[in-house]
């Protein structure tokens, strides 16, 4: 393995870019609430004005924090990008549409040497620094890290687990993952529609891609894997989850990824999650009606959403504009909990034993649950992310054998993550089903 690229000499740990869109300043509350001591932080934008708006909230937070840096970079300027990049060891962004402007800072982060996290859900703009940047990123050991927000930490995480709580207990592959929402109360912002409409104006009006769980999967890995599933708006009765289900809106983000991971894995080691492995997701509903309607409004809306003028009208006079957000009674009351079951593959010294209790698979799951979604778990998981990287970096790379490149936030972090999750009281958990 390549030595790393030195980034351990930064001004930084951390610079937090965007901080004075919602889910920024969030970001920046909480790693403010958090981490007293022991990270070496600074938070950036276009404007310096606002940036001194943010810190004077953060002030109230930590009177420490009145001499915050405040560094200045624009989207538009390659040079300020790369003049922040350079002074930090992990870039951590929120800036979104990240199809309109994301590139450019993966592209200044890479040429210095700078890691990179994000919170994008835009499985379009994670294709597009894969062909742009992976190998260089490769090359060069440095880990670009998108999708570090509730899209996708709770999917990869859980699905993680379960694979590795199989493999390790009963030296098992896992033939098969499917994750269900089973309890869900968040609310949008400004930013996630803008993201919204950014994805859906990059894949024009076919939505193809959108549920091609492969989109993401490295060419020379897809034919060793089996064929992926299609996530559509369908309603079925799951007896494992107990509830009728109905299409995650989510899911064909989080599909991607998921399967990104298996294929990075085998790239790693030769196996994977395991030779058959096949990954779903869906929200659980009271019941058949409930997924029924559920079903019809997303198929609806995402037909209405995929026609450019309707999609227009609607971020202009529906939406909400960029940089709002819900009310803080709402993050209050928000939460979520998400269950994933794994299925193993047979041993192989049973498989043709239909009469011996062994052949039965090992079924196990995983249990992620959190508060808000959007915001509040969404910005502790950036924060833990970028930290695996400023806190953890020798032991990620031992663990999971990882260089460089653009990874998923499963394979770079695994069970590091994991571990920081709970020593903040997060369940995340796995057991035996």
């Known amino acids: 393995m390549p030595a790393p690229e030195k980034t351990t000499e930064r001004e930084f740990d951390i610079v937090i870019y965007g901080a004075t869109g919602f889910t920024g300043l969030r970001t920046a509350m909480y790693l403010a609430r958090t981490y007293k001591q022991g990270v070496r932080w600074a938070i950036s934008g276009r404007s310096a004005s606002k940036l001194e708006a943010v810190r004077d909230k953060l002030v109230a937070i930590d009177p420490a924090l009145s001499n915050l840096t405040i560094i200045e970079a624009d989207a538009s300027s390659h040079e300020s990008l790369e003049a922040m990049a350079a002074r930090t060891k992990v870039v951590l962004t929120t800036v979104g ?31 597009d620094i894969i062909q742009k940047h992976h190998e260089e990123a490769r090359r060069k050991n440095i880990m670009v890290v998108p999708q570090c927000g509730f899209d996708s930490i709770p999917s990869e995480l859980g699905t993680k687990m379960v694979v590795d709580f199989l493999r390790k207990e009963y030296n098992l592959s896992t033939k098969s993952a499917k994750l269900s929402v089973v309890k869900f109360r968040g609310t949008a912002s400004g930013g996630t529609f803008a993201s919204l409409s950014g994805m859906l104006e990059a894949e024009g009006t076919g939505l193809g891609s959108l549920v091609d769980q492969n989109q993401l999967v490295p060419k020379e890995i897809a034919s060793k894997l089996t064929p992926a599933k299609i996530s559509v708006p369908s309603t079925f009765y799951d007896k494992d989850f107990q509830r009728w289900q109905s ?106 034993d239909a ?72 369940n995340v958990s796995v057991s035996k089903l």
């Open 97 to 127: 549409p990240f199809m309109r402007y994301g590139e450019p800072l993966v592209a200044a982060c890479i040429k210095q040497g700078t890691h990179y996290v994000d919170s994008t859900g835009e499985s379009p703009f994670v294709f």
């Open 247 to 352: 299409y995650f809106v989510m899911s064909s983000t989080n599909e991607k990824m998921v399967k990104r991971s298996h294929a990075l894995q085998i790239e790693a080691d030769g196996v994977g999650y395991g030779p058959h492995f096949t990954y779903s997701e869906s929200m659980s509903s009271k019941g058949f009606f409930t997924a029924a309607i559920t079903n019809f409004g997303v198929s609806i809306g995402g037909v209405a959403l995929s026609i450019g003028p309707i999609r227009r009208f609607l971020e202009k006079h529906v939406f909400p504009p960029p940089g709002t957000g819900p009310t803080e009674e709402e993050l209050e009351n928000g939460h979520f909990t998400m269950n994933i079951i794994g299925e193993s593959e047979l041993p192989e010294n049973v498989s043709g």
């Open 355 to 426: 009469s011996s209790s062994a052949a039965v698979p090992i079924r196990a799951v995983a249990v992620v649950q959190g508060g808000e979604p959007g915001y509040t778990e969404t910005c502790r998981y950036l924060v833990e992310s970028a930290l695996c990287i400023v806190k953890n970096e020798n032991r990620i790379r031992a663990e999971n054998n990882i260089t460089g490149g653009v990874l998923t936030p499963a394979f770079a972090f695994g069970q590091v993550l994991v571990d920081r999750l709970r020593a903040l009281n997060v």
